[in-house]
């Protein structure tokens, strides 16, 4: 039957205020989860970066630990034993400690600064903007993250900078290491980190393990478990996702933005369902003739439901190019946020559904219309 989707089309268009008031309420709702679950999932990905852009498959942590960004040293002799478990290609140190770095007007900021091994690169900065990653091994050289310029300023190779009192040379710009915890991020070598603060000194944060080729990382941090009675062992998956764990429920995160994206999508259904109750009711005698000619209560329910889904489209396009601009403006602030496709056709779904969901308690009354009433009239 054709005439449903042209009867919807003329209901729908025929109150345009209506209609636009239909628009934005659902168009809030497409922007407001896309730009929430985004950033959501940005500031995941940054949590866990260091982690999945390091080239180990077994991260080893104190016992207890369950995040990158907190965690507690222990001995650094501890390395031995884990070398010694078969399986095991190489083991390599990696220090994250939070400090103090001097700014030009006098002031201080916390960084994250981060002791990696020069020579394998692991633990180090992935894209280097300038400078060398071996440049490091010179006495307190630092590579510094861009995304920290807007905390320490504009920093330039070659300057000298104070890390709780102690002198560090630039040798590097890098870029993609920016951390959930939007604190500045430094790289140094394993030694120069030591250096700076003499506390960790004899201590390691974590042991990054590399297994022989062919070899089943499962199998062998199995065996690293057992050797390592008093530390906890991860694949580098498992220690990715624990991180992000942790910061979705140990901080309320994953509650903040998930009561958000709930609310998103309740104002985008009772806007749609009041709106679209509204034009049911104004159509009550049109439905009640169609009736009398004959048409079924489905005929009646299907101009409804698509009255509904042409809102939904209508307000998905328009939210996607809402999103486009307010993305520009997160990004420009150095706000990362991720939106794969999947995200784009998941937020369809759930907006067609809510459509969809929102007309139902239009049709219940579009269903109870006697078409006898029309003639008494």
């Known amino acids: 039957m054709r005439y449903p989707v042209s009867i919807a089309r003329k209901n729908l268009f025929h109150d345009r205020v209506r209609l636009s008031i239909t628009l934005v309420g659902i168009s809030f709702s497409v922007v407001l989860v896309l730009v929430q679950v ?60 939070w400090s103090l770095m001097k700014l030009r007007d006098g002031g201080s900021e916390n960084v994250e600064l981060v002791g990696f091994d020069p020579d394998s690169g692991a633990g180090g900065p992935w894209d280097l903007v300038e400078g060398r990653l071996a440049d490091v091994k010179y006495h307190r050289g630092v590579i510094v993250d861009e995304s920290s310029f807007s905390k320490l300023g504009r920093v330039r ?39 700076l603060t ?25 065996r690293l478990a057992a050797a390592m009675d008093r530390e906890d062992v991860y694949t580098r998956e498992e220690f990715a996702a624990a991180t992000r764990r942790y910061w979705t429920f140990n901080t309320g995160m994953g509650v903040g933005f998930g009561f958000t994206v709930l609310m998103g999508l309740l104002v985008g259904a009772v806007i749609v369902s009041q709106t679209i109750y509204g034009a049911t009711m104004e159509h009550l005698r049109e439905f009640g ?19 509904a889904l042409l809102s939904g489209w209508m307000g998905y396009g328009i939210g996607l190019a809402a999103n486009a601009v307010v993305i ?18 998941l937020d369809l779904g759930l907006t067609l559904a809510m459509c969809a969901g929102a007309s139902l308690v239009s049709v219940r009354r579009a269903m109870q219309v006697d078409p006898v009433e029309v003639f008494r009239a």
């Open 289 to 307: 003739t169609l009736k009398a000619l004959g048409a079924e209560n489905r005929t009646v329910y299907g101009i409804i439901l698509r009255q």
């Open 38 to 97: 985004g950033v959501y999932l940005g500031m995941m990905d940054n949590a866990a970066s260091l982690i999945t852009h390091t080239d180990a498959d077994i991260w080893i942590t104190a016992r207890n630990n369950r995040n990158f960004d907190f965690a507690l040293p222990f001995p650094e002799y501890r390395e031995n034993r884990a070398k010694a478990v078969p399986g095991v290609a190489s083991v390599k140190k990696l220090i994250m400690v």
């Open 198 to 222: 003499p506390w960790l000194k004899g201590q390691t944060v974590f042991l990054l393990v590399k297994v022989r080729p062919g070899a089943d990382v499962r199998a062998v941090r199995a």
């Open 157 to 195: 190779v070659g300057e000298y900078r104070e890390i709780i009192d102690k002198r560090v040379r630039v040798v590097g710009i890098c870029r993609g290491a920016k951390r959930i915890t939007t604190a500045p991020i430094l790289f140094a070598s394993y030694k120069t980190a030591q250096e």
């Open 328 to 345: 520009h403006f997160y990004r420009a602030a150095g706000q990362m946020v991720w939106q794969p496709w999947q995200l784009f056709a």
